[in-house]
Nanobody, 124 residues
Framework: QVQLVESGGGLVQTGDSLRLSCAASGRTYSAYTMGMGWFRQAPGKEREFVAGISWNGASTVYSDSVKGRATISRDNAKNTVYLQMNSLKPEDTAVYYC???????????????WGQGTQVTVSS
């Protein structure tokens, strides 16, 4: 089993920055084989891909909506993945989810493990 726990969400103002964290644990979790991603879901909308990172951090991918404003990173020694979000906009308001899958990073929902999510609210 793998557990993913997100933290770092909150209420911020337009233009602010936020760093989300995702702590992974579990007997079957191996940072060295797991591609990790961040997704978000706003009220009334489908869950969407935000960013992904390969197991070694060498490859990252971003959605067009956050490209240039977000940075995904990971610290495998700490089993933690981060999402730094800058220049936040009201349209970034959503529940942000961390997800993991063995193998390569994907921009779809084909992830095996999901966290419970952390709320990010950006006020205008």
């Amino acid at each position: 089993q793998v557990q993913l726990v997100e933290s770092g969400g909150g209420l911020v103002q337009t233009g602010d920055s936020l760093r989300l964290s995702c702590a992974a644990s579990g007997r079957t979790y191996s940072a060295y084989t797991m591609g990790m991603g961040w997704f978000r879901q706003a009220p009334g909308k489908e869950r969407e891909f935000v960013a992904g990172i390969s197991w070694n951090g060498a490859s990252t991918v971003y959605s067009d909506s956050v490209k240039g404003r977000a940075t995904i990173s990971r610290d495998n020694a700490k089993n933690t993945v981060y999402l730094q979000m800058n220049s936040l906009k009201p349209e970034d308001t959503a529940v942000y989810y961390c997800a993991g899958r063995p193998g390569t990073v994907r921009s779809g929902l084909e992830y095996t493990y999901w966290g419970q999510g952390t709320q990010v609210t950006v006020s205008s």
